[in-house]
């Protein structure tokens, strides 16, 4: 009898588990689910009453949305390809120039205790700073400098925000390495630096990809920066939402900007998964290591 | 000895980044703080601590401040009550625990402006899925964005399904690093699940809580723009305005430089206020 009435109140507590994270998951997708079903459909179904839960004109309405997101905006488009090109470049350079910087400082953090405690309050301080304290100097000086409206700024701006959540997370992947086998490496005759790019660093490979993964998130993603420095020579994927939707009296496109959208996620989505098992640990800015 | 200098000269690029792009640019804010500067006259003028005097009469700076208070309280708090019974569940054993893990960092890795664009047309008075779905149940038409009251709220639904994920992520990379024996002691000892939770998870959870906590509320003061931006602009009215927006406008709208950079100093002290009030009520090193 009491073995049956467990039995039962494990199935109920099973069934309850599983309800909740159906629940748990439509509340997350569903939002993300109809953006991609809006990416197949016409503009007149997606302002349709009651809505299109089964678009009519897949075909048609894709290549509508393709043309009208990656046309120039010299030919009423968007300019979607020019701005994954603006995206793209800024992200990968500042994500390539935040690892020039941050693997030697990350190392000598990790190995020789630089800057001690000190650093640790610089990497918090960095984190509380609200970006927005940032924008109007920024845009002061950028104008001296003519730097307003150009990759170069971003990718220098993205560099502040990146660098410490960079060395930080790096120094906590060089910090696992073992000490032996860098000094295996050194009584053989390998100089630090040459025993640094030679063991250490394929070493931490993964780590590296990891933190370059959590580098071009921000820089791809960023939005505040990009749309107070920025106006018409370059204009990354997020910069182009606002102009879209605010077009005056016509009926913003959600067809077009969705399929650019998607197609600015899947990139991400898909390393985050291949990363998975360390992306916890970009998330916490290294401080939960799973 | 060698050592000491090759590790000085590997922090160097990294420390002269951080220092004229990071440091000045703050302390060039600072500097632009004590003075008066609209931007079309070109000259910015010394006016001392003039500009702080007047943040302190500035009434829709402390509704800004309110807003902004409310906003963070309520959108942590609610991710975290969703985040850890999530957590907990999944923690308990299910199948595909990686696949849903997966499909949970999705919102987490999107954009947040995308993320408001994605939430635009739900939010449609005529069109929207979520009037549709009222509609469904037999309720009334909501103005979601359009109303005073309803705006800040309908951003904070925004920001909770964003945020509840990585919520639960870290909560849940908390429940697993939770030793298995002390759990299954107690329960050959007949304990309750709801004891369990209490007396050992949590006291085991509580950095990893605080943590959590700690990096939304920081993120959620200070980084909170994109979807506002793109969806209300602070609007209707002043009605979803919080600090974020209004240092915004003041600096971008009205171009009163040395106000904005009072206003946003003033912002990173009371950032750096409730970071010490938390770490003395969560006593977290």
Not at chain 1, 96 to 123: C, D, E, M, N
Request: proline share 6%.
């Amino acid at each position: 009898m009491s073995y049956r009435r467990r039995s039962n109140a494990e199935t109920m507590s099973r069934a309850g588990r599983y309800g909740l994270v159906v629940l748990l998951l439509a509340f997350s997708a569903s939002p993300i689910l109809w953006m991609l079903l809006s990416t197949v459909k016409l503009n007149i179904e997606i302002f349709s009453d009651p809505p299109v839960f089964i678009p009519q004109h897949i075909p048609q309405a894709i290549q509508e949305n393709w043309e009208h997101a990656l046309a120039p905006r010299s030919q009423g488009g968007l300019g979607g390809l020019k701005s994954i090109g603006d995206s793209a470049i800024i992200a990968v350079l500042n994500t390539l120039l935040v690892i020039v910087l941050a693997v030697p400082a990350a190392y000598s953090v990790a190995r020789f205790k630089t800057g001690g405690k000190h650093f640790i309050i610089w990497i918090i301080s960095q984190r509380i700073l609200p970006p927005i304290s940032l924008v109007l100097p920024y845009f002061l000086l950028f104008r001296e400098l003519r730097l307003l409206d150009t990759h170069l700024g971003l990718i220098l701006i993205y560099t502040t925000f990146n660098l410490p959540l960079a060395v930080w997370l790096l120094q906590g992947f060089f910090a696992k390495i073992p000490k032996e086998v860098e000094e295996a490496a050194l009584i053989g005759g390998c100089s630090r630096v040459k025993a640094l790019l030679r063991v250490t660093l394929p070493l931490a490979l993964p780590g590296v990809a990891v933190t370059m993964l959590f580098c071009f998130i921000f820089a791809w993603n960023e939005f505040l920066f990009a749309v107070m420095l920025t106006r018409s020579r370059v204009i990354t994927l997020p910069a182009i939402i606002p102009g879209l939707l605010y077009t005056g009296s016509m009926e913003p496109r959600f067809g077009p900007l969705f399929t650019l959208t998607a197609v600015s996620i899947f990139p991400i989505l898909l390393t985050a998964f291949v990363l998975q098992k360390y992306v916890i640990r970009g998330l916490t800015f290294g401080a939960i290591k799973e | 000895m060698r050592d000491r200098t090759l590790a000085r000269l590997l922090v160097l690029p990294c420390a002269l980044a951080i220092l004229i792009l990071g440091i000045f640019p703050l302390i060039y804010a600072l500097h632009l703080s004590f003075h008066s500067w609209q931007l079309p006259s070109l000259e910015p003028q010394f006016v001392g601590l003039e500009n702080y005097a007047n943040i302190l009469q500035d009434k829709r700076f402390y509704w800004a401040i309110v807003r902004s208070c409310f906003f963070v309280v309520t959108t942590v708090g609610i991710q975290f009550l969703l985040g850890f019974t999530g957590a907990f569940v999944l923690s308990r054993g299910v199948r595909g625990l990686r696949l849903i893990g997966s499909l949970l960092l999705a919102p987490v890795m999107i954009a947040p402006v995308a993320v408001g664009a994605i939430w635009l047309p739900l939010f449609d008075i005529n069109f929207g899925l979520l009037n549709y779905c009222l509609g469904l149940i037999g309720l009334g038409k909501v103005e979601w964005l359009a109303t005073p009251t309803n705006a800040l709220p309908c951003l904070m639904l925004i920001d909770i399904w964003q945020w509840t994920p990585f919520m639960l992520l870290i909560l849940l990379a908390g429940f697993q690093s939770i030793p298995r024996e002390p759990l299954e002691a107690a329960r050959i000892g007949g304990a309750s699940e709801w004891r369990i939770l209490r007396s050992i998870s949590l006291p085991m959870l509580t950095p990893v809580i605080g943590i959590a906590l700690l990096l939304r509320g920081i993120d959620s003061f200070g980084k909170f723009f994109d979807t506002a931006y793109l969806l209300t602009r602070g609007g209707p009215g002043t009605s979803s305005e919080t600090l974020n927006l209004y240092i915004y406008e003041v600096g971008f709208k009205f171009f009163r430089l040395g106000y904005g950079a009072a206003l946003s100093f003033t912002m990173l002290l009371l950032a750096l206020v409730g970071i010490a009030v938390f770490f003395k009520v969560f006593r977290v090193e």
